[in-house]
């Protein structure tokens, strides 16, 4: 599968850690490239494109997971879920078929943040009854230009 994944300095160390674990996924690197200060709208934007071009999944990460959880929700087609639990990170795929996961580097420790991900690569959407909960919202947001 390709995951796109990307991250402000806030959680740039859990990026690298995370990225060392996906084998066996195709994964594409929007940056941040170094732990110097940056503006996480910036990667999560980027991370939103590449994620609605290639028809994919995404997982992006700040130091709270919060700011770029808002970002992501902005765009149309893009249902981001900020996760803390591996338990959050199954009801986000089953419940709400998420393509988008948020992890805060300052909330999460790296192990955590690798079981969230392995849990909510491998699980997969419900469908029925959530298919038509999410089509009540699906056409909310703004488009990506
Ligand atoms: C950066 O200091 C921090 O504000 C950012 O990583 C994130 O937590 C924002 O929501």
Same mark, same amino acid.
């Given at each position: 599968m390709v995951v796109i994944i990307g991250s402000d300095h806030g959680a740039f160390e859990a990026k690298e850690s995370l990225k060392e674990s996906l084998n066996g996924h195709e994964i594409i690197d929007v940056g941040? !490239? %170094?732990? !110097?200060s940056c503006h996480y709208p910036e990667y999560a934007v980027a991370l939103v494109r590449e994620v609605i071009k290639r028809d994919t999944i995404g997982i992006i990460l700040c130091g709270s997971g919060i700011g770029v959880s808002m970002v992501a929700n902005r765009y149309a087609g893009i249902r981001a879920a900020l996760v803390r639990t591996t338990e959050e990170a199954r009801l986000s795929r089953e419940? =709400? =078929? %998420? =393509?988008v996961l948020c992890l805060g580097g300052r909330i999460s420790s790296e192990d955590e943040i690798k079981e969230i991900v392995k849990t909510w690569i491998n699980t997969p959407f419900e469908g029925g009854r959530h298919s038509i909960r999410l089509s009540m919202f699906e056409n909310l947001g703004e488009k990506m230009d």
């Amino acid at each position: 599968m390709v995951v796109i994944i990307g991250s402000d300095h806030g959680a740039f160390e859990a990026k690298e850690s995370l990225k060392e674990s996906l084998n066996g996924h195709e994964i594409i690197d929007v940056g941040t !490239d %170094s732990a !110097d200060s940056c503006h996480y709208p910036e990667y999560a934007v980027a991370l939103v494109r590449e994620v609605i071009k290639r028809d994919t999944i995404g997982i992006i990460l700040c130091g709270s997971g919060i700011g770029v959880s808002m970002v992501a929700n902005r765009y149309a087609g893009i249902r981001a879920a900020l996760v803390r639990t591996t338990e959050e990170a199954r009801l986000s795929r089953e419940h =709400n =078929n %998420s =393509n988008v996961l948020c992890l805060g580097g300052r909330i999460s420790s790296e192990d955590e943040i690798k079981e969230i991900v392995k849990t909510w690569i491998n699980t997969p959407f419900e469908g029925g009854r959530h298919s038509i909960r999410l089509s009540m919202f699906e056409n909310l947001g703004e488009k990506m230009d």
